[in-house]
């Protein structure tokens, strides 16, 4: 089967996501005749579910938990290609071209560049550094809208059911297989809101330190619970 016809399934955890839920269901409509797109919500507290089943398909997961939501979306998929999405990001008009271009240059994965929306220019650094961190590393965060083949994705055992972390797992395990993790031209908009709401340096900050605690074998449940 020609890469160009693989499909694409777009996979989003959500939880308590209301207020910004409606804006990202507008961005995807352009898409939906294009690919599957599948909302998985890990118990939602506020009326997130309603909100999305009037306009698309949402699952619930057996299990709370970024990670967990995923794997479970990722089961319930079709598609050829799983592309994992935050319910804060948004999609350039090009997003699945982009895709399709990559997977046709022989890549089993890659993510998006990141532009946050944000006039501040710590934003605009961190954004830069995110790019610049999948070329020089090979470590891409979900925020960056990682998309892979399916085979691939199962090969790896999908997302470690972690409480955090599982995006720079499972880019570790791509990095630890030798694959390249290709970068897209167009770039994902990104909100700022959790950076907003403990102080842009500060979380940015305790990020960095929360990695190097992971990356050193720290504990993984008190890892998320600093997080928190």
Not at 113 to 131: A, H, P, R, V, Y
Request: aromatic share 10%.
């Amino acid at each position: 089967m020609s890469t160009r016809l693989k499909k694409i399934s777009v996979i989003i955890p959500v939880y308590n996501e209301a207020p910004v839920i409606n804006q990202l269901m507008d961005n995807l409509d352009q898409f939906k005749d294009n690919c599957e797109i599948i909302f998985v919500d890990g118990g939602s507290k506020d009326n997130t579910k309603s909100i999305i089943e009037k306009r698309y398909r949402v699952a619930v997961s057996p299990k709370k938990g970024r990670a967990n939501q995923m794997n479970y979306g990722a089961s319930l998929s079709k598609g050829d290609i799983l592309f994992f999405l935050h319910a804060d990001s948004y999609l350039p008009n090009n997003a699945l071209e982009e895709i399709h271009e990559i997977i046709n240059r022989g890549y089993r994965v890659g993510c998006f560049k990141i532009k946050f929306e944000s006039k501040s220019i710590l934003m605009k650094i961190c954004g830069f550094m995110s790019n610049l961190r999948v070329r020089l590393r090979n470590i891409a965060f979900g925020d960056q809208g990682i998309f892979i083949l399916r085979d691939y994705f199962y090969e790896l055992g999908g997302f470690p059911e972690i409480p955090l972390m599982e995006d720079y797992q499972l880019s570790m395990d791509i990095k630890a297989d030798g694959e390249k993790i290709a970068i897209a031209r167009a770039k994902i908009k990104t909100s700022e809101r959790r950076f907003v709401k403990n102080g842009r340096l500060r979380t940015m900050a305790r990020m960095q330190r929360l990695q190097y605690m992971y990356r050193k074998g720290g504990d993984i449940e008190k890892i998320a619970n600093l997080y928190k």
